[in-house]
C-alpha cells in the first residue's frame, strides 16, 4: 500500500521558516518523481516545487525562487521542503504527491502538473501571518 504523510505545517510569523517533511512507503522511490503542491479555498491546487529522486533534478514556481529548498533522502524515502522568508500569501495547505515514472527528469511539464501525479498525501496548513 502506498503512503506519503506530510507534516511540518503550522502558524509562523512573516518572515519565518518552516520545513515539511513526506515520509513515503510502498514504491520505489527512485521510479518516481516528487512534487510540492498548494491550495488556497477557491483556487486551483498549484505546484510549488518538484524533485526528480532519481536524479535530484529540482523545479520551482517563480513565487518560491531563491526561498524554499526541496530535497529527498533516499535513505529514508522521504522529502523536504525548507521555506525560509515565508510570506502571508504563502498561506495553504501544503501536499506532498508522488508520480511514478518521474524518477528521471522528465521536462517542466510533467513535473510541474498534478494530473501526472499519481498518489498524495494529506495536506498540512501552512498559516503566514502579517
Not at 515514472?101 to 498540512?124: I, Q
Amino acid at each position: 500500500e502506498v503512503q506519503l504523510q506530510a507534516s511540518g505545517g503550522g502558524l509562523v510569523q512573516a518572515g519565518g521558516s518552516l520545513r515539511l517533511s513526506c515520509v513515503t512507503s510502498g514504491f520505489t522511490f527512485d521510479d518516481y518523481g516528487m512534487g510540492w503542491f498548494r491550495q488556497v479555498p477557491g483556487k486551483e491546487r498549484e505546484m510549488v516545487s518538484s524533485i526528480s529522486n532519481s536524479d535530484a533534478t529540482t523545479l520551482y514556481t517563480d513565487s518560491v525562487k531563491g526561498r524554499f529548498t526541496v530535497s529527498n533522502d533516499k535513505a529514508k524515502n522521504a522529502m523536504f521542503l525548507q521555506m525560509d522568508s515565508l510570506k502571508p500569501e504563502d498561506t495553504a495547505v501544503y501536499y506532498c504527491a508522488a508520480a511514478s515514472g518521474l524518477g528521471k527528469w522528465s521536462g517542466p511539464f510533467y513535473h510541474k502538473n498534478a494530473a501526472w501525479y499519481d498518489y498524495w498525501g494529506r495536506g498540512t496548513l501552512v498559516t503566514v501571518s502579517s
